[in-house]
């Protein structure tokens, strides 16, 4: 059966919707209920697949569904950009899905049949999102999203949980309609249409401070992208179980974010006007000072899902100066960086979730020495660390690379600065961790030889024991499904250093018209 691009535009925003209703309805059958998932997963990247190829052969590919008013419809519009992060969430949906699995069983999650409906329901409204073709429809889809994700926020079902729902939707919803509704609406009065233009939809004589007004009002408004101080409900969502995490900082959310970050500096602004605007400079600055900041509030955390959740606000920063930089390394490297870090920080989210079901250990200072027990995970760990570092051989060196390049186009030096000590801070933050777990503390040892040598006799025995002890530490790795899902994404860490060109195409084509 021979199905049209347009078709598969629309499926691969029906069909995760509508497997919600297929997930509910099988819901008292697990294995049934997880396969229908599965199912939907690999279908919905079949699709992709087959938009992908057709973008990449010059289609254009383009639906309308409803007008609303005369000139505000819903409809999508496939480019590039929206691809590449249609393309990123739809393929993490099966990882995230089969890590899940072993992770729910294995933890004994209530409500198992809610998680998988309601993340269904947030990649359907991711890949909208991805595809909308105007302000308008990414509008609808960012609100469903923010709607779809708050029962996963709240899954546990604790007053905590609760309080943490609260938080993330009272930040979300706040800004999406005092700035980001603000902005859409002035947006239509200023420059008569929605619809996304590469170079911007704004008259060239249009009022600078009005203009400057309106993004200061966008990058506001999207509190997804946790640019600071509307950052903290990132924090307080990780009392969410792992695999919930994992859709916030790295499948759907967070990305929607920085995603439309990007796409409204391209599509709406233009890289020409964006670069003369008068509070262009502020923004970057503050993107710059959410970098450096959360960095170092990670530092402090010893709960590895907190330290995970300030690197993540971090990190996004990194995306806001690209695209604010207005320039091609910027929106390239802007771009990459979204995939990048989804790969690295899925992989150490995954991590996290292993240790708490395998060691039921959460925090920090007490995994000393757990290597033994879980060598796969920690070397994982390592892995993804790497990648969000920016190191060789993995993927985040390309975009952070690219990042870096236009700070000395733009010469912005502080910004530079400010991305460096950024990465140095994240080898201090992420990397004592797997080094502690296959070498523990070498001062603790030091210190035990010290007594051991003075006391040899009688501690003799006790050490033989100990060793024999250590020597027998049972292996201890998570579930075989989240296992395969953190094999995965750290291969892709890897595979993404060695192959990054089809990713680099599709940030590059981003722009490709206007050169």
Not at 471 to 494: D, K
Request: a positive charge.
């Amino acid at each position: 059966m021979n199905l049209s691009l347009e078709l598969m535009l629309q499926l691969s925003i029906i069909v995760p919707l509508s497997a919600t209703l297929a997930i509910v309805a099988t819901g008292h059958i697990p294995n049934l209920r997880e396969g229908v998932t599965i199912t939907s997963c690999l279908i919905l990247i079949y699709l992709m697949v087959n938009l992908y190829q057709g973008l990449s052969l010059g289609a254009t590919i383009r639906v309308f569904w409803w007008e609303l008013l005369p000139g505000l419809t819903v409809s999508f519009d496939i480019e590039p950009l929206g691809m590449l992060f249609a393309l990123i969430a739809s393929f993490l949906w099966l990882v995230t899905s089969c890590y899940a699995i072993g992770y729910m069983r294995c933890h004994q999650e209530k409500n198992q049949t809610r998680f998988y409906s309601c993340f269904a329901i947030a990649i359907g409204a991711a890949v909208g999102l991805a595809f909308a073709a105007n302000l308008f429809t990414l509008f609808i889809f960012y609100e469903l999203l923010t709607l779809s994700t708050y029962p996963l926020v709240t899954h546990a079902g604790t007053e905590n949980a609760k309080k943490a729902g609260r938080t993330y939707l009272g930040i979300l919803l706040s800004t999406s309609i005092v700035f980001f509704l603000l902005a859409i609406v002035s947006t239509w009065f200023v420059a008569g249409t929605l619809d996304f233009k590469l170079g911007g939809i704004f008259s060239a004589d249009v009022d600078k401070i009005i203009a400057g007004t309106l993004l200061v009002l966008f990058i506001f408004g999207i509190g997804k992208a946790a640019i600071m101080p509307f950052h903290r409900w990132l924090p307080a969502a990780m009392i969410a179980p792992t695999p919930v995490s994992a859709l916030l900082h790295a499948v759907a959310v967070v990305k929607a974010g920085v995603f439309s970050i990007l796409k409204i500096c391209v599509f709406i602004f233009g890289l020409d006007l964006l670069s003369v605007l008068p509070t262009t400079q502020f923004l970057l600055y503050l993107a710059g000072a959410s970098v450096l900041l959360a960095s170092l509030v990670a530092m402090k955390q010893d709960n590895l899902k907190a330290r995970l959740a300030y690197s993540t606000v971090s990190q996004l920063g990194y995306i806001t100066i690209g695209a604010l930089l207005a320039t091609s390394s910027g929106i390239i490297g802007s771009s990459m960086h979204i995939a990048m870090h989804a790969f690295g920080k899925i992989t150490l989210f995954f991590c996290a979730g292993a240790i708490l079901v395998s060691l039921d250990k959460s925090k920090i200072s007490e995994m000393r020495g757990i290597g033994r027990q879980m060598p796969l995970t920690m070397f994982a760990f390592f892995i993804a660390s790497l990648s969000i570092i920016g190191v060789p051989p993995t993927g985040g060196t390309w975009s952070k690379w690219f990042l870096m390049m236009a700070t000395i186009e733009t010469e912005q030096w502080l910004l530079m600065v400010v991305l460096m000590l950024s990465s140095l801070i994240n080898i201090a933050y992420l990397l004592p961790l797997p080094f502690h777990a296959f070498f523990p503390d070498l001062s603790s040892n030091r210190e035990s030889n010290k007594k051991a040598n003075k006391k040899a006799n009688k501690y003799s025995k006790k050490a033989t024991s100990s060793a024999n002890i250590l020597t027998a530490i049972p292996i201890q790795e998570a579930p075989l499904p989240s296992l395969i899902a953190i094999v995965i994404t750290t291969l892709a860490c890897l595979a993404l250093f060695i192959y990054p060109q089809p990713l680099f195409e599709l940030a590059s084509a981003v722009l490709s018209s206007r050169e």
